[in-house]
């Protein structure tokens, strides 16, 4: 966590957006855990009592637990209002995506499977696409953690990349290798077509 926290501190002198929340309680960590459908990662317990988040409304947003529990409370009387990353992509949306809503591209099964493997913890936007996408952390229940790009003109890749990563799992990766991705990214040295 050394680390991200350095990162964040070299971001933050290009990119005085990017701030650090304050690190959560231990309380605060139990009950977001309730909202997880698999259990919270070591590392993500240990980012969140130290860093707590790293939260942007340009580029960041990789919530802490107030935050993200905030969130949940909001989307409580709406179909969709899992932390799973499916219902995390239609919240980014502003809780319109209806390939995801009408089932289009996933069964309703397919969907609840997905959402209870693949909880989300924070999602990054994607400039260079002009807005019209972003990048999703998600992780699963051995610990590993990944980002899951999705466009809204190809959200039928995303919806068969989840379905692949159902049956193959994620790959051993832990939470600061996929930041470390996304800072790299944010700074803008870092291309999806390089």
């Not at 529990?69 to 919240?91: H, K, V």
Request: glycine content about 4%; overall charge negative; aromatic content about 10%.
């Amino acid at each position: 966590m050394k680390e991200i926290k350095n990162r964040i501190a070299a971001c933050e002198l290009e990119y005085d957006e990017i701030k650090e929340s304050s690190p959560a309680s231990d309380e605060e960590i139990q009950n977001l855990s309730t909202y997880f459908s698999q259990p919270l990662p070591e590392e993500l317990i240990a980012f969140y009592k130290t860093v707590g988040g790293i939260e942007s409304d340009e580029i960041f947003s990789i919530f802490s637990p107030e935050n993200l529990l905030e969130q949940i409370q909001e989307r409580s009387d709406l179909a969709n209002n899992s932390t799973g990353i499916i219902d995390m992509i239609i919240a980014f949306w502003g809780n319109d995506r209806p390939e995801f809503q009408e089932y289009e591209f996933l069964t309703e099964e397919q969907t609840q499977k997905i959402n209870e493997a693949f909880p989300c913890i924070g999602w990054i936007m994607s400039e260079e696409d002009i807005n019209e996408s972003g990048e999703y952390i998600i992780f699963d229940k051995n610990g590993n953690f990944t980002n899951i790009y999705c466009h809204q003109d190809s959200i039928d890749d995303t919806a068969n990349q989840l379905l692949e990563l159902l049956v193959s799992g994620i790959p051993e990766r832990t939470l600061e290798d996929v930041l470390e991705e996304l800072f790299e990214r944010a700074e803008g040295n870092l291309s999806r077509w390089d």
